[in-house]
C-alpha cells in the first residue's frame, strides 16, 4: 500500500533562517507532488505541484520553493523565513494519468511551523 | 477553474443524517466533484468522489442532480467524530493542481 511521510510534525523558526521540509511516498511510482499550505482557520492554498523529476509548478509568488529531486521526494524550501511563513504545511500526492484514481489527493500529517 | 460556494458551518445531533450542498453553477464537461474530511491539525482525507447521478461508499453518499451545477453529500447517522471540516472540490482529474480548496464546511456534531 502506498504511504505519506511528511516531516517535522512542528517547527519553531527565528525570522531570516532558513527552512527545509521534506515529504517522501512510498508504494507508488511516478506521483503527482502538491505542497499546500494552510492558515489557522481557513482552506488549503496550493503552493507548488509536481508531475515528474525536476519539474515544479508554482501557484503562488512568495517566498517559498520546491524541488524534487528524486521521483518520490518533494521538499520545500525557504532561505529566509517571514513571518507571514507561519502555518501548517502539508504534502499530498495522487496517482499519475488519472484512469483509475481520477486524482484524488493522499495527505501528510503536516508541518505546523511557527516563524517567530 | 469550476468555483464551489458550501455553507460555512453547520451543526447537527448524534445519529441525525447530515447533508451538506455545495454549488458550482460553471462545472465544466470533464469536472468530477470529490469531497474530502479534515480534522484538527490533520491532513484532508478522501471521503467520496463523482460525476453524475448518485454514488455511495462505505462512509458517505453523493447526490449530484442532472445539470450538475450542484452536489450533495450525505452522512447517514451521524456521531461525534464526524465533527470536522468538509471541502467540496469540483475539477479535471487529469489535471489535479486545478483542485481548489476552499474554506469548506465546519461540521459540529452535538451530543
Known amino acids: 500500500s502506498q504511504t505519506i511521510h511528511q516531516w517535522p510534525a512542528t517547527l519553531v523558526q527565528p525570522v531570516g533562517s532558513p527552512l527545509s521540509l521534506e515529504c517522501t511516498v512510498e508504494g507508488t511510482s511516478n506521483p503527482n507532488l502538491y505542497w499546500y499550505r494552510q492558515a489557522a482557520g481557513r482552506g488549503l492554498q496550493l503552493l507548488f505541484y509536481?508531475?515528474?523529476?525536476?519539474?515544479i509548478s508554482s501557484e503562488v509568488p512568495q517566498n517559498l520553493s520546491a524541488s524534487r529531486p528524486q521521483d518520490r521526494q518533494f521538499i520545500l524550501s525557504s532561505k529566509k523565513l517571514l513571518l507571514s511563513d507561519s502555518g501548517f504545511y502539508l504534502c499530498?500526492?495522487?496517482?499519475?494519468?488519472?484512469?483509475?484514481?481520477?486524482?484524488?489527493?493522499?495527505f501528510g500529517a503536516g508541518t505546523r511551523l511557527s516563524v517567530l | 477553474l469550476a468555483k464551489t460556494t458550501q455553507p460555512i458551518s453547520m451543526d447537527s445531533y448524534e445519529g441525525q443524517e447530515v447533508n451538506i450542498t455545495c454549488s458550482h453553477n460553471n462545472i465544466a464537461t470533464n469536472d468530477y466533484i470529490t469531497w474530502y474530511q479534515q480534522f484538527p491539525s490533520q491532513g484532508p482525507r478522501f471521503i467520496i468522489q463523482g460525476y453524475k447521478t448518485k454514488v455511495t461508499n462505505e462512509v458517505a453518499s453523493l447526490f449530484i442532480p442532472a445539470d450538475r451545477k450542484s452536489s450533495t453529500l450525505s452522512l447517514p447517522r451521524v456521531s461525534l467524530s464526524d465533527t470536522a471540516v468538509y471541502y467540496c472540490?469540483?475539477?479535471?482529474?487529469?489535471?489535479?493542481?486545478?483542485?481548489?480548496f476552499g474554506p469548506g464546511t465546519r461540521l459540529s456534531v452535538l451530543p
Open positions: 509536481s508531475v515528474g523529476i525536476g519539474q
Open positions: 472540490l469540483v475539477g479535471d482529474p487529469f489535471y489535479g493542481q486545478n483542485f481548489v
Open positions: 499530498a500526492w495522487s496517482a499519475s494519468g488519472g484512469t483509475l484514481a481520477k486524482n484524488i489527493q493522499y
